[in-house]
C-alpha cells in the first residue's frame, strides 16, 4: 500500500521560509522513472504544480516560483523536503505531496494534504 | 507557454453520461491523465496515458485524446461523481514541464 503525507507548519509569517516534508511509505525513489512531487492549491482555486524530484535526483521547478523552491529527498530517500523562502499571503493554500510514475510523469498517489497560512 | 483549456462546470442527470474536454494545440500528441477531487479531499486519479484506468477506478470511467481535444467520459453518473475534475499532461522539454488544466466542476443534477 502506498500512501503519503506532508508535514509543517500551518501557520507562517511574511517573508518566512515554509518547510514542508512528504513522508511516504509503499514505494521507493531508487525505483527507475519513480518521482514525488509537490502541487499546491489555493483556496478555491486550480491544482498548481510546484516542483518534482526524480528517483536519479533529476529535479524540475515551476518557472515562475523557481527562485524560491528548492526540493532534496534524504538519504534514507523515504522523505522529501520542499522549502519556499519568502512567503507571502498569496501562497497560502493547501500543499499536496504525490508519487510520480511513469514516462508521462501521472500523479499515481497523494497525500492528504496540509493546509498552510501565510499570516503576520 | 502551453496552456490545457477545460469548461469551468458540466451538469448531468444521475444515469446519464458525463463529457468533460480538455483543449490544448495538437493535445493528441501528449499522454492526458485526469484526477478527480471530491470536497475537501485530495485528487484521485482516474484515467491515466489518455484512457488507461488505475486499479480500483471504475469501468464506467474512461478516456480518449485525439486532435486537440482530450475527453474524459463518465457512463451512468452517479451522486457520488460530482467533484472536480483537472486534465494534466507532461512536457519534458518545457521548462514548464507540468500542466494542469483549470478543473471542470461536474455537478450531478
Known amino acids: 500500500q502506498i500512501t503519503l503525507k506532508e508535514s509543517g507548519p500551518t501557520l507562517v509569517k511574511p517573508t518566512q521560509t515554509l518547510t514542508l516534508t512528504c513522508t511516504f511509505s509503499?514505494?521507493?525513489?531508487?525505483?527507475?522513472?519513480?518521482?514525488v512531487a509537490w502541487i499546491r492549491q489555493p483556496p478555491g482555486k486550480a491544482l498548481e504544480w510546484l516542483a518534482l524530484?526524480?528517483?536519479?535526483?533529476?529535479?524540475r521547478y515551476r518557472p515562475s516560483l523557481k527562485s524560491r523552491l528548492t526540493i532534496t529527498k534524504d538519504s534514507s530517500e523515504s522523505h522529501v523536503v520542499l522549502t519556499m523562502t519568502n512567503m507571502a499571503p498569496v501562497d497560502s493554500g493547501t500543499y499536496f505531496c504525490?508519487?510520480?510514475?511513469?514516462?508521462?510523469?501521472?500523479?499515481?498517489?497523494w497525500g492528504q494534504g496540509i493546509t498552510v497560512a501565510v499570516s503576520s | 507557454s502551453y496552456v490545457l483549456t477545460q469548461p469551468p462546470s458540466v451538469s448531468v442527470a444521475p444515469g446519464k453520461t458525463a463529457r468533460i474536454s480538455c483543449g490544448g494545440d495538437?493535445?493528441?500528441?501528449?499522454?492526458v491523465h485526469w484526477y478527480q477531487q471530491r470536497p475537501g479531499q485530495a485528487p484521485v486519479l482516474v484515467v491515466n496515458?489518455?484512457?488507461d484506468r488505475p486499479s480500483g477506478i471504475p469501468e464506467r470511467f474512461s478516456g480518449t485524446n485525439s486532435g486537440n481535444t482530450a475527453t474524459l467520459t463518465i457512463s451512468r453518473v452517479e451522486a457520488g461523481d460530482e467533484a472536480d475534475y483537472y486534465c494534466?499532461?507532461?512536457?519534458?522539454?518545457?521548462?514548464?514541464?507540468?500542466?494542469f488544466g483549470g478543473g471542470t466542476k461536474l455537478t450531478v443534477l
Open positions: 524530484i526524480y528517483w536519479n535526483d533529476g529535479k
Open positions: 496515458d489518455d484512457s
Open positions: 509503499g514505494f521507493s525513489l531508487t525505483t527507475y522513472q519513480m518521482g
Open positions: 494534466q499532461v507532461w512536457d519534458s522539454s518545457s521548462d514548464h514541464p507540468v500542466l
Open positions: 504525490a508519487q510520480v510514475r511513469g514516462r508521462w510523469a501521472q500523479f499515481a498517489s
Open positions: 495538437d493535445i493528441g500528441a501528449y499522454s
